[in-house]
C-alpha cells in the first residue's frame, strides 16, 4: 500500500467513575429488591465519542462529571471538537452479551499531482469499529457488572501524506468497567491519548457513557 497509515493504540483499562455508587431515591415504578434478584435482562445503552481537545487541557476530562452531566456530547463539546463514534441500546442477558457495531471508513493513501495541475487520490477503506462484552448478575441495590469495551476509530495524524492531506491513524482504545451500576444510572469511562497528536497538535479522548435500565414490560 502506498501512502502513510499511521497506527497508533492508545489502551487504558478505565475505572468507571460514576455516581452508580450513590445512593438513589427509588422513584415510582422502580424495581424492588425482590425484582432485581429475579432480572434476567436488561437494556442496554452505550455510546462511545471523541473528542479532540487542546494538550493542556487533557486533565479537564472528569468522568465522574461526565456521568452526572445531563447532556454529554453538550459537555464534551466545551472541551473541544467532539462527534459519535458509535452507539448502540437494545435489551441483553445479563449472563452474557457481545455486541459488536462497525462500519467502513475511506482514508487517503497517497496523492499524486497532474500534468494538469491537478491531485489524484488513492482511497482504501478500513473497518473500524467497537465491541461491548458485558456479564452482569442483580443484587439487592442494583447491579455487579464486568463491562469491556474494544474499539477502533480513524483520524487524522499530525503527518502529511501531501499538501492538505493528512495521513490517518488507527486509534485502539479499551475501556473497562468491574463494580456495582444502579439501574437508570449512568458509568462514564474515558481514555486520553496524550502522545499521538491529530493534524492540529490536539489531544485525542475517546469516552464511553453506558447505563443499565429495566426492560420494558
Known sequence: MRGILAVVCATALAAALAAGCQPETRGPGALSPSDLRELKSARFQATIWETRLPAERIGTVDAKALASADDVQKALEGLGATRALYKVDQVIDLAKARIKVGKSEPFVTSAHA????????????????AIF????????RGLEAKVEVEMSALTDSATPIADKVPAMSIHNVALGHDGPVELGRPVVMASVDASTRDAQGGAIAYICRIVFSAPAP
Open 114 to 129: 497532474t500534468q494538469m495541475g491537478g491531485t489524484i487520490n488513492s482511497v482504501q477503506y478500513q473497518e473500524v469499529g
Open 133 to 140: 462484552q458485558v456479564s452482569a448478575k442483580p443484587t439487592d
